[in-house]
Every structure is written in structure tokens, then in C-alpha cells.
């Protein structure tokens, strides 16, 4: 029996709802949210979530702030503006489109960001927070394939948990929110030997490497989980993830498809955790 798709786009309106109903709300009392959207260059992917996320921003009933830089802006002028950013009341969540240019710093960028404001989840006291369970801002991407995960009913206590990839942005963070319910978690990587054989034993499997059919059938547990963060393009052009979709889609349980899938729920919970920054704003 073919997988039951999870479908990204029709939770991600859900959450959108529940923000904008929030939004509504902390409106009513004289406080509207407020995300800053940052550029540097011109690079034609970012510009596209950028626009997504802006977009994204207007139809909840959020402020947003959109500020686009040439690549020739230094480092300095970068930070300044964060700066300013961070003493703008106005402005709840600040998110700093990646990549940037070579000559700035990533990380000086990320821990500019005030910690109030750090709605991408990506500062070092972000991660902390995370890995000693208190309450923070969890990165978009893997809290958006939490709530996916959620939404397919599974109680992930005692279940076994396989994560390909260990980025600091999805693969790790990922790793553990599962941990936080309870799953048993194993995370794999380029230099795990046997990557077929852990992922065979997943009941719930999550690919997050960036390139294509890094999961095929044969290492698909029949009736798991499947949540496929990767965003590839294949020799059509078309969009794919890091998942044999079609294969694997007869093997598992569940499966999200790319587009559709893990890609609106990111923006779904970047809404979701601005919302909640400026509730502690209001608070």
C-alpha cells in the first residue's frame, strides 16, 4: 500500500492561521509583530525565500522590514545595521539571509542578532537551550519536521530515530528535538559506514543531506516515517529531495513530497516563533 503523504502546505496554513489569529490579538492591544528580513547580494535563490518570507510576513498580519544590501557591504556596516535592528521596538524577529558574501563572517553575524530576536534559532545560545531543554527559539526547518512528524500520529517515545546529515542548522537540532520526545536517536553521516543498514532500522527516517536519491527503497524500514528536508534539482530541472520519492513512497508509511513538504513549514515556524517573540515582547 502506497505511503500516506504528509502534506506541508496544507499544515503550514494551519499554523499561518493560528499566527495571524495571535497577531490579531496582540494588535488589539496596541503591539503588532514585526520581522526584519535581511540580504546581502543578489543571489537568485535567497532572493526567492526572501520574497516568500516577506509575503509570508503580510498575509498573518505581520510588520515587515525588508532590507536588501549590495555584496560590496563590509562586515562592519552589516553588524551595524543588526545593531540598529536589535534597538528597533518595532521589530520582533530579525532573520540574516544565508549564504553572504565571502569576506563576512556567518557567525559574528548570527550572534549579533539579539537573543530576544534570534527567531532563526541559529545563535550559540539558541543551540544551548536547546540541547539542555529550556524553552528557546528551535530552528525553522527541523521544528517545522516536528511538527510533521506530529501530525502523522506516531508517539515517538521508544521509537528509533535516524537522522542523515549533522549540519548545525537542521541535522543536529533535529537530532534533538527528537531526543526531547523521547525517541532513540541515531545520527548518521558522509563517514557512517553501512548508512543502509541504520536506516533500515528507522521508524522514523530524515534525510537532510542536499543530493537526490540519497535514500533509496532497499534502506526504507516498510511502514516508517519518512521526512526528506532536501531540496535538489534533478536532470529535468524539476525539484526534488534527497528521497527516491517514487520508490520509497511504496515502502514507507508515511513520506513528505519536495516541493510540498518540509519547505512551507520552515516559513510556517519562523512566523511561529516571531509571534512568540513579540508575545514575550508584550508580556
Known amino acids: 500500500m502506497p505511503a500516506q503523504l504528509i502534506d506541508g502546505t496544507a499544515l503550514s496554513r494551519q499554523v499561518r492561521e493560528r499566527v495571524a489569529q495571535r497577531a490579531a490579538a496582540l494588535a488589539s492591544r496596541g503591539h503588532r509583530p514585526g520581522l526584519a528580513v535581511v540580504l546581502v547580494g543578489e543571489d ?6 526572501v520574497r516568500n518570507k516577506v509575503k509570508a510576513c503580510h498575509e498573518a498580519g505581520l510588520h515587515s522590514v525588508f532590507e536588501q544590501h549590495p555584496a560590496t557591504l563590509t562586515e562592519s556596516d552589516l ?3 543588526i545593531g ?21 563572517n556567518p557567525h559574528r553575524v548570527i550572534e549579533a542578532i539579539s537573543p530576544r530576536k ?5 545563535s550559540v545560545l539558541s543551540a544551548g537551550e536547546l540541547l539542555t531543554g529550556l524553552p528557546g527559539f528551535r530552528p525553522c526547518t527541523p521544528y517545522g519536521c516536528m511538527a510533521l512528524i506530529t501530525s502523522t500520529g506516531i508517539d515517538l517515545r521508544g ?4 537522522v542523515i546529515g549533522r549540519s548545525n542548522t537542521v541535522g543536529k537540532p533535529m537530532a534533538l528535538l527528537l531526543l526531547q520526545a ?50 535538489n534539482r534533478n536532470d529535468a530541472g524539476k ?29 510556517a515556524m519562523l512566523l511561529s516563533n516571531t509571534i512568540e517573540a513579540a508575545e514575550r515582547a508584550a508580556a
Not at 44 to 49: C, D, L, N
Not at 87 to 98: K, R, W
Open 44 to 49: 537568485p535563490a535567497s532572493q526567492v525565500y
Open 79 to 81: 553588524l551595524a545595521r
Open 84 to 104: 540598529a535592528l536589535n534597538e528597533n521596538p518595532a521589530v520582533h524577529g530579525i532573520l540574516v539571509q544565508m549564504p553572504l558574501p565571502a569576506h563576512i
Open 118 to 122: 534570534d527567531v532563526d534559532g541559529y
Open 159 to 162: 521509537k528509533h530515530a535516524v
Open 182 to 231: 523521547n525517541a532513540t536517536v541515531t545520527i548518521c553521516h558522509s563517514a557512517t559506514p553501512n548508512l543502509a543498514q541504520h536506516a533500515r532500522q528507522a521508524d522514523v527516517l530524515v534525510a537532510a543531506v542536499g543530493r537526490r536519491n540519497t535514500v533509496t527503497a532497499d534502506m526504507v524500514k516498510p511502514g516508517a516515517v519518512v521526512i526528506d528536508v532536501g531540496i
Open 239 to 267: 525539484l526534488c529531495g534527497d528521497v527516491d520519492f517514487a520508490a520509497v513512497a511504496e515502502i514507507a508509511g508515511h513520506i513528505t513530497p519536495v516541493p510540498g513538504g518540509v519547505g512551507p513549514m520552515t516559513i
